[in-house]
Each structure stands twice: as structure tokens, then as C-alpha cells.
């Protein structure tokens, strides 16, 4: 990307060119490779924040013009949302949530009332889209191959044998760990043929691309997304299951509270349709803004440009991380069309929390390490068995990686200062071979 473009670009946000201080180089501008775990703020968002925070008010509990320009606010941006999704209202809903796991574990709340039913994930999931089902349900699991891709062929397989009991399948849009994109249309025609729902974990994906709720025909329709804010550039700690109107109507809510009640008797209450069944208590208005400026600002930037320049910083990154010994990369480091940019990888003869704490004390790099709340995927690009999970902790402790994530932001002279941090934490602390 063009040099003054990307200045422009970063200038749109909040605080990622604010100085930290390094111990023996004083303050200097950090590099926040950290963008799958949370998002630094759009200034226009937090401007937006301010500007309906001076009109703050109860949202559908008062008469008076600040309550009802948050409730019509509130209303608005749950509309641009459903647009943005190509969610049309009278097939789908969108609940206002706190994140993407509290989405998810009130999907499983709401829509299972059998333990016999299957629902299908993969062992490619976020431990939101994993613990929330056990114990629920009967859950199943696609596996990974080598390279730790989801082994989409052995859906139709499960289906087929689970026939008429699958209900679910729920599967990550984008891996958290490696970046790999899943084929959620070829999920969701599967699914649908035998009779299941599709539910996609979007936290990793709406960042890095457009989504729309309708495929190209209606069996590649998705039946349920959930999703964070804070992954999309925006604080305020919200998110949102876009899901079918007419299941949400016909389930009763997994919350009960003020606020999702047409009447209540001595002896019972009649609920008011979804959404408002869903969203009991005051709602997260600033959230909602928040979101809802956040999702603007990406459309204005544009989606072609957010992909291409992380195609081509995260390409400069695994071919720098190529050439440099005692690097190992975990999964396809060279048929990467599927990858956002996501990368993990260890150094050998050092562990991933050195790796991590060594980044942040000599060049202000953020990263994450450890098993990225997906242990059981981390263990498997690992090639770690269950059956030696014990031992292995017992020796080296809980398996894990450390993982570069990138940002709409982020630039090749961030990639290239990295690259040449991990060239010096590898000549200077790695022990010298004899």
C-alpha cells in the first residue's frame, strides 16, 4: 500500500502511535501484534461515544427526548448491523450481547432442550465454541489434518451417520490460531441438506472480511453468526448473534429480567417477540454505537484494502520468518490464499513465555503466547496426543505458541522491525551451538 495512504489509515485510530516505555531505549512507539485477542478504537468511534453520551438516557423506559433518542439510536444502529450482514428482517433478528462467547453460550442455552441432540463442531474451535456445548448435548467433532485445516470432506460423513439427530453444526469462521479460513457456504449446504442449522463464530472473520447472512442460494444461507466488538475496533464491551427470527420467537429467553415482558401475572407472563425477549436489563447503548461507527469506519476504508494489504504484509512476514533458523511455523506457511494473518510459531531452545516477554522489554512488540483459549488445536499443530498431555506438562508445562495477529494498521516496517527483533533475541539468548 501507498505509504501516504497507510499514514492515513492510522491516523484514523486511538492511541497505537503512543509511546510505552522500554527498559534502556526510554519511551518509543510500541507494535500491537496483537490484533486477534483486541482492536484499538476508531477515533470517530469513541467521538461518536461522546457525542451520544450528551443525549444519554433510558433506552424504551421513558418518554423523555434523551431516552428517546437512545432509543431510537439503539434501534438504528441494531438496523445498519442487520443491513451491513445482508440479514433481511423478516427471516433474521440481531441480539445485543456482551462478546462472542456469552453469544454463543446463550445459543446453546437457548436452542438445545435435548441432551440426544448432535451438534457437530471441530476440534479448530475457540474453547467459546466448545465448552459451552459440552455437557448439553451430544457433540461431535471434525478433525484437523497435518497442516491443521478442518477436514471439511468428513462433514457429509458425520451427517449421514448421525442423520436426523444433527441439529447444529457450529464452526469458527477463521481459526484464532493459525487464520484459516473455513468454507462456511459448503458447511452450510451440508448442513441444511440434512436438516441441521449452521451457526458460525464470526470473531475471527468480520474484521478481515464482508459477510453476508445470504449465499448465493438459500441452502448456503447462515442461520446464526455471533460476533465481538472488541475484535472490530471497537471498546465498550459488545457483540451480536444475527440469528433466525422465527427460533428466537418460538424459544423462551435464557434471561429473564425487566425489559422482555408484555405483562406479567401473579401466575405467569406473556414475553414480547425477539428482540426484545432476548435483551432484558438496560441495554449496552455505547456498545451499540460503538459497533455500529466502528462497522462504518471499516466500509469506508473498504474491504479491498483491508485484504490486500494483509495479504501483503503477512506474505513479507512468513518469508522473513522463513529465513531465520531455530524458527518453527505451525500450519501451511505456503498455500496461504486460505490465511488471514495470523501466524504462530516457536524458538527452538526457548520457551514461547520468554519469546513474548523478550518482544515486549526489548521493542515494545505486543504478541500473544500460550494456547490461545484453543488448547485442544494448539495441542494438535503441536503433535501433542491427549494420551502424553500429562507428561509433557509435567516437563515442559501447558503447550503452546506464540502468535502474531494483524490489524487494518499495521505496516511492512512494523513486520520488518519484528523480523529483525527476533534475529536478535535469536543471536543473543539462544545458547550458542559448540
Known sequence: MHKASMEKIRDLFVGIDRKVTVEGRGKIVPINFDNAATTPAFKRVLKRVIECSEMYGSIARGDGQKSQFCSDTYEECRKYIMNYFNAPQ????????????????????????????????????????????????????????????????????????????????????????????????????????YGAHIIVDGAQLVAHKKISMLGVKSDENIDYLVFSAHKMYAPF????????????????????????????????????????????????????????????????????????????????????MKSIDNIRLYGDCKNIDDRLGIMVFNIDGMSYEEVGERLANIRGIAVRQGGFCAHPYTRRLLGINDKDLDEYIGKNGIPGMVRVSLGIYNTEKEVDIFLDTIEYICRRYLPKNK
Open 237 to 320: 464491551g459488545s457483540g451480536a448473534i444475527i440469528g433466525l427470527k422465527k427460533t428466537f420467537n418460538y424459544y423462551p429467553p435464557d434471561i429473564l429480567g425487566g425489559g422482555i415482558v408484555y405483562m406479567v401475572r401473579d401466575d405467569g407472563q406473556v414475553y414480547l417477540d425477539t428482540p426484545e425477549k432476548n435483551e432484558p436489563g438496560t441495554p449496552n447503548f455505547f456498545g451499540a454505537v460503538a459497533m455500529a461507527q466502528a462497522i462504518k469506519d471499516m466500509e469506508t476504508i473498504g474491504f479491498r484494502t483491508i485484504e490486500e494489504n494483509e495479504k501483503n504484509i503477512f506474505s513479507r512476514l512468513l518469508q522473513g
Open 90 to 193: 423478516d427471516l433474521y433478528t440481531a441480539i445485543f450481547t456482551d462478546n462472542t462467547t456469552m453469544g454463543i453460550n446463550r445459543l446453546s442455552n437457548i436452542l438445545i432442550k435435548d441432551r440426544d441432540d448432535v451438534v457437530i463442531t471441530t476440534r479448530m474451535e475457540h474453547h467459546s465454541n466448545d465448552l459451552p456445548w459440552r455437557g448439553k448435548c451430544n457433540l461431535k467433532y471434525l478433525e484437523v489434518d497435518d497442516n491443521g485445516r478442518v477436514k471439511i470432506d468428513d462433514l457429509e460423513e458425520m451427517l449421514i451417520k448421525y442423520c436426523g439427530k444433527v441439529k447444529y453444526v457450529t464452526i469458527s469462521g477463521a481459526s484464532n490460531v493459525t487464520g484459516y479460513l473455513n468454507d462456511i457456504r459448503r458447511a452450510a449446504r451440508l448442513a441444511h441438506k
